[in-house]
C-alpha cells in the first residue's frame, strides 16, 4: 500500500530552535496538506499545496512558521523560532484533490 | 496547573454489537464528506466518503448515511469489533474544493 511518510517521527528540543519536518506524499498526488492536532483544538489546517503551488497558508503563524514544496517528492514545514505552544502532533496528507486525503502517522514535536 | 483538554464524546459499545457515530456539518454548500479513523499514535485513516448527490454509501461493514436537509452525517458500523475502538472524525470539504474541515471526533470504545 502506498503511504506518505512523515519524518522525524518524534522531536524534542527547546525552545528558540529552528525545526524542520518532512513529508514524501504518495507517487502521484498533486495535493499536499499539513495539520496540527492538539488536545484543545483537534485537527487544524495549517496550509496546502496544488500541484507543488501553496493555494492556502492562512491557518499558519507566518512570523515563525514557513512551508514549502522543492519538489513534487518533499514537502516541509519548518518553524523558526520555535515556541513550548507548538508542541502538538503535525500531520502531513496527501490527495488528488477533490477525494480522500491520505495521512502520514505525523511528527510528535514537543519544544521545550 | 491541570490541563484541559477537548472532551471528546464517547460511544461504548459491547463487541458483536452495531455502532452508529453522528456527525452535523456546517456548511450547506459542502459537496463531498469523508469518515476518518484514528488510533492512537497513528494518523487518521480513510474509511469512506460520500457526495452530496447520494444519501447512503456502503462499504466493507460500514455505511455512512447523509441528510442534506438537516446537515447531518452518520457512520454505521455493523458488528463491532475490538480493533474498531479509536477515534472518528467527520469531515466536510471547504469552498476550495480541496481542504477539508474536521470535525471534533467521537471515541468509539469497543467491549468484550
Known amino acids: 500500500d502506498a503511504r506518505v511518510t512523515q519524518t522525524p517521527r518524534d522531536k524534542v528540543t527547546e525552545m528558540g530552535q529552528e525545526v524542520t519536518m518532512r513529508c514524501q506524499p504518495i507517487?502521484?498526488?498533486?495535493?499536499v496538506f499539513w495539520y496540527r492536532q492538539t488536545m484543545m483544538q483537534g485537527l487544524e489546517l495549517l496550509a496546502y499545496?496544488?500541484?507543488?503551488?501553496?493555494?492556502?497558508d492562512s491557518g499558519m503563524p507566518k512570523d515563525r512558521f514557513s512551508a514549502e514544496m522543492p519538489d513534487a517528492t518533499l514537502a516541509t514545514l519548518k518553524i523558526q523560532p520555535s515556541e513550548p505552544r507548538d508542541s502538538a502532533v503535525y500531520f502531513c496528507a496527501s490527495g488528488l484533490g477533490g477525494g480522500p486525503q491520505h495521512f502520514g502517522d505525523g511528527t510528535r514535536l514537543s519544544i521545550l | 496547573g491541570e490541563s484541559v483538554g477537548l472532551h471528546l464524546p464517547t460511544l461504548s459499545v459491547q463487541e458483536g454489537d452495531n455502532s452508529i457515530i453522528n456527525c452535523a456539518y456546517s456548511n450547506s454548500a459542502s459537496d463531498y464528506f469523508i469518515w476518518y479513523k484514528q488510533e492512537s499514535g497513528k494518523g487518521p485513516q480513510f474509511i469512506i466518503d460520500?457526495?452530496?448527490?447520494?444519501d447512503k454509501r456502503q462499504g466493507q461493514r460500514v455505511t455512512v448515511l447523509l441528510n442534506k436537509t438537516v446537515k447531518h452525517l452518520s457512520l454505521q458500523i455493523a458488528a463491532t469489533q475490538p480493533g474498531d475502538s479509536a477515534v472518528y472524525f467527520c469531515?466536510?470539504?471547504?469552498?476550495?474544493?480541496?481542504?477539508?474541515?474536521f470535525g471534533k471526533g467521537t471515541s468509539l470504545l469497543v467491549t468484550p
Open positions: 499545496f496544488r500541484n507543488r503551488a501553496p493555494l492556502d
Open positions: 469531515a466536510e470539504n471547504t469552498p476550495s474544493g480541496y481542504a477539508l474541515n
Open positions: 460520500i457526495r452530496s448527490n447520494m
Open positions: 507517487l502521484g498526488h498533486n495535493t
